[in-house]
């Protein structure tokens, strides 16, 4: 019983890390979508403001896209670790 309820645990955990890591992968893919929007927006204006807001959210999408594929390999990274007993 007790290899059991120890198995539940671990595919309890292995089943949140796959959320995260499912989370995060749909995090990257749209931080990738609004990066080619914003990119598209900057080469199709010719206005100094505009610019410079694209500049400002280009630079904004590019923080947050290092940021979750940062998470993404620390939570791959902590896959590879044996899980603790419970």
């Not at 010719?46 to 390999?73: G, M």
Request: hydrophobic share 40%.
């Amino acid at each position: 019983m007790r290899g059991t309820a120890r198995g539940f645990w671990r595919s309890r955990r292995e089943s949140q890390r796959e959320q995260a890591r499912r989370a995060l992968m749909e995090g990257v893919a749209q931080t990738r979508v609004l990066m080619a929007q914003a990119y598209g927006g900057f080469n199709a204006v010719a206005d100094p403001d505009l610019i410079e807001s694209y500049v400002f959210e280009i630079n904004a999408l590019q923080a947050r896209y290092s940021y979750l594929l940062r998470q993404l390999k620390e939570l791959e990274g902590a896959e590879d670790l044996p899980l603790e007993r419970a």
